[in-house]
């Protein structure tokens, strides 16, 4: 069983940043593919960004290419996502995932076997 704990989500203007972290527990952490989604006021959770159980691989929405980064530490069981440049449509809560597999394919394709209890992301001037 693997828990996931979100943190560093809060309230910033447009064109600020703000990087969160999902913290993991469990021995098998190392192996996984973790990802990070979203979800507006009524909208469906959308995918946003996903890196594999190395940190060699990284995929990104069209929406936060360029502008979000996915990385991982393994020692730490710590996943982040560095958002730069953001948008009042990035408002959302956002969830840390992951998947029993080393790469990313089920995470792009949003089949998860675990998931945070989201963060609250809110860009506004």
Do not use: H
Request: with cysteine; aromatic share 12%; net charge neutral.
């Amino acid at each position: 069983q693997v828990q996931l704990v979100e943190s560093g989500g809060g309230l910033v203007q447009p064109g600020g940043s703000l990087r969160l972290s999902c913290a993991a527990s469990g021995r098998t952490f190392s192996s996984y593919a973790m990802g990070w989604f979203r979800q507006a006021p009524r909208k469906e959770r959308e995918f946003v960004a996903a890196i594999s159980w190395s940190g060699g691989s990284t995929y990104y929405a069209d929406s936060v290419k360029g502008r979000f980064t996915i990385s991982r530490d393994n020692a730490k069981n710590t996943v982040y996502l560095q958002m730069n440049s953001l948008k009042p449509e990035d408002t959302a809560v956002y969830y840390c995932a992951a998947t029993q597999s080393p790469e990313t394919y089920e995470v792009i394709r949003g089949e998860v076997d675990y998931w945070g209890q989201g963060t609250q992301v809110t860009v506004s001037s």
